[in-house]
């Protein structure tokens, strides 16, 4: 089968700064994302309120900062992790080292799941994949997830609409411009988000997850390019 991620670690900016600047520069990069990370925090207490001994599988932990917030609602969660990045995972075992976490080095799109998680996670790191690398992949989660569990997908998108994604497109580098940390920092960046994202509009990848067999498929929150999707097996 062909490759489906369109990158490899070393294509992005990953090795190029400690995580710590990492994690900085992608708030200052991606719109809304501490608010997604809010609704992201209301689903996962909304569910686990059934769910005290969590399986989760998170794809893409880069430097654990979604897995720490995550798991400061439920520690007694068990969280399996998987990266592309050696060195994002290193500062991710370093983050999270009082938590119970299986750490697995690898590209996803190439990986078996195991099937009885309770929770998928996966935060800006989807759009990496081709759209049928998307589509695949969908399946492959709903499969890892027991019955009734549930996927919890932040990610960039775009619309079908021409006009929303250009507006939302132009809003998104003016986001860029208006909150890079430097010169190089905005160069490094705007030529990820030009030249290294392959974005998929929102509403084929809700009839994805759909098609694949999700019985609901419910976006929480939406801000310019940057999209949460809550879907349940």
């Known amino acids: 089968m062909a490759k489906t991620t369109n990158v490899t670690a070393g294509d992005l900016n990953y090795d190029k700064y400690a995580n710590e600047i990492y994690d900085d520069d992608i708030r200052r990069s991606i719109p809304g994302h501490d608010n997604l990370h809010k ?11 059934d769910h005290e001994m969590m399986k989760i599988l998170e794809l ?26 050696k060195q994002m995972m290193d500062g991710a075992k370093k983050r999270l080292a009082k938590f119970k976490v299986d750490y697995l080095l690898g590209d996803y799109s190439e990986m078996n799941f195991d099937t009885d998680f309770d929770m998928v996670v996966s935060v800006i790191g989807i759009h990496h994949q081709k759209d ?41 580098y003016h986001h860029l411009v208006e909150n890079a940390r430097d010169e190089k920092s905005l160069e490094e960046w705007a030529h990820h988000h030009k030249f290294l994202n392959v974005l998929a509009p929102i509403e084929n990848q809700i009839t994805w997850l759909k098609e694949v067999g999700f019985s609901s498929v419910e ?11 809550i879907a349940k097996k």
Do not use: C
């Open 39 to 49: 609704e992201l925090i209301n689903t996962v207490r909304e569910y686990s309120k």
């Open 60 to 85: 893409g932990i880069g430097t654990g900062l979604t897995s720490e917030t995550i798991l400061e609602v439920v520690p007694t969660a068990s969280l399996k992790a998987v990266d592309f990045s």
């Open 132 to 172: 049928e690398g998307k589509r695949l992949l969908f399946k492959k989660i709903l499969d890892s997830l027991k019955a009734g569990g549930v996927f919890i997908f932040g990610d960039l998108v775009t619309y079908k609409n021409k006009y929303k994604a250009a507006v939302n497109d132009a809003r998104h």
């Open 219 to 229: 976006v929480r929150y939406e801000y310019l390019n940057t999209a949460l999707i």
